[in-house]
């Protein structure tokens, strides 16, 4: 059975740093698109950054670029958000999810996703 563990969410001021970390269990990952989301309250849950186990071809929100990086892991076990110059906006529960389809057209669309973690909270204050 593949599980996903989310850690490393937090409280930070305004302009701060959080290092995501979202390790698989079991087969590592369902396929090989992994992906992280968020969703702030009364919001909709929205992809935040995506990236290709094999390629490590990446996709990001246009509110995070240049903020926020996506990694892996050498085994491709775990999968990384870093998180730079966090903004108050930036305030969500954070997801990984793995099953996707990573192209630029779909690598947002949570329909894809098969395996999800139970989210991990990050709050930014100003």
């Known amino acids: 059975q593949v599980q996903l563990v989310e850690s490393g969410g937090g409280s930070v001021q305004t302009g701060g740093s959080l290092r995501l970390s979202c390790t698989g269990s079991g087969y590592a990952y369902s396929s090989n698109c992994v992906a992280w989301f968020r969703q702030a309250p009364g919001k909709e849950r929205e992809g935040v950054a995506s990236i290709l186990t094999d390629s490590e071809t990446t996709n990001y929100h246009h509110s995070v670029k240049g903020r926020f990086t996506i990694s892996q892991d050498n085994a491709k076990t775990t999968a990384f958000l870093q998180m730079d110059n966090l903004k108050p906006e930036d305030t969500a529960m954070y997801y990984c999810?793995?099953?996707?389809?990573?192209?630029?057209?779909?690598?947002?669309?949570?329909?894809?996703?098969?395996?999800w973690g139970q989210g991990t909270q990050v709050t930014v204050s100003s």
């Open positions: 999810a793995s099953g996707g389809v990573c192209n630029r057209f779909s690598w947002a669309d949570q329909s894809y996703f098969d395996t």
